[in-house]
């Protein structure tokens, strides 16, 4: 079955059982396959079409990759540390680890997240500093000159 024909089995699997019984379903298979669902999921569940088309979309998503399972959650769990998310970090390092990672990959995972999240903070300021002191934006009058020493 390809990926489309799997997708369009799931679509009447909904409709038969229906959304509440489908949300149902699928959150206990998280918890088993997981060991726990995540909090977003489970305030998602309360409105069960919220949940299901979440988790249609993320399915479509990660189901499709050419990517290993264990790297789409390796950068999953990158992006998470990436935004400050501790839950998202801490679920996606355990779902790495079920599929595969090891301690030294997870490691490795946010020393990369550290060195591009940092670089990106300086690239973002150091645009704003470039743009902000050749002229003020929002009001569109001349900038402020900033000596390089103090002197």
Not at 14 to 35: H, N
Not at 78 to 101: D, E, P
């Amino acid at each position: 079955m390809n990926e489309l024909e799997y997708f369009e089995e799931t679509l009447r699997e909904i409709l038969e059982q229906g959304g509440d019984e489908t949300a149902d379903l699928w959150m206990k298979r998280i918890e088993e396959e997981y060991g726990r669902a995540p909090l977003i999921f489970k305030r998602m569940a309360e409105r069960p079409e919220v949940l299901i088309s979440h988790l249609l979309y993320k399915g479509a998503v990660t189901q499709t990759s050419s990517l290993d399972p264990k790297y789409v959650e390796l950068i999953s769990m990158a992006v998470g540390a990436a935004l400050r998310c501790q839950h998202c970090t801490s679920y996606h390092m355990q779902a790495a680890l079920k599929k595969g990672a090891c301690r030294e990959e997870i490691l490795e995972v946010i020393l990369i997240t550290g060195l591009i999240s940092n670089s990106s903070v300086l690239a973002n300021a150091y645009r704003i500093i470039d743009e902000k002191l050749a002229r003020c934006l929002p009001c569109d009058t001349p900038g402020v000159d900033i000596p390089d020493h103090p002197h």
